[in-house]
């Protein structure tokens, strides 16, 4: 399993950045989905963004698009730089990681292991 832990959350203003950022252990598996969802009080956990660290491919959920970025070197750290942030954006963000053959949807595939969660607040 990988260790992922987070950093980087806290309060913002609408249209303000923040970045947030997670760092995992070696594994012996050398491929994986990995990137970050999200839980608002009250609803569902949700996919944000994703990345195969295989071939690069990024996943966005459609509400974030434009506005947040998966970067970092995605063998021991992936970052999410957040953009325009919005009231809507306020939650608990999880670092998700799950290994993967390649050719599967990364915001589809069943998380194996997530981070224990870092809080962004969004406040006027």
């Known amino acids: 399993q990988l260790q992922l832990l987070e950093s980087g959350g806290g309060s913002a203003q609408p249209g303000g950045t923040l970045r947030l950022s997670c760092t995992f252990s070696?594994?012996?598996?050398?491929?994986?989905?990995v990137g970050w969802f999200r839980q608002a009080p009250g609803r569902e956990r949700e996919p944000v963004a994703m990345?195969?660290?295989?071939?690069?491919?990024s996943w966005y959920a459609d509400s974030v698009k434009g506005r947040f970025t998966i970067a970092g070197n995605h063998k021991t750290s992936i970052d999410l730089q957040m953009n325009s942030l919005k009231p809507e954006d306020a939650a608990t963000y999880y670092c998700?990681?799950?290994?993967?053959?390649?050719?599967?949807?990364?915001?589809?595939?069943?998380?194996?292991?997530w981070g224990r969660g870092t809080l962004v607040t969004i406040t006027s």
């Open positions: 998700a990681a799950a290994p993967t053959l390649g050719g599967r949807d990364c915001f589809s595939i069943d998380i194996r292991d």
């Open positions: 070696h594994s012996t598996f050398s491929r994986y989905c």
């Open positions: 990345r195969d660290t295989g071939d690069g491919r």
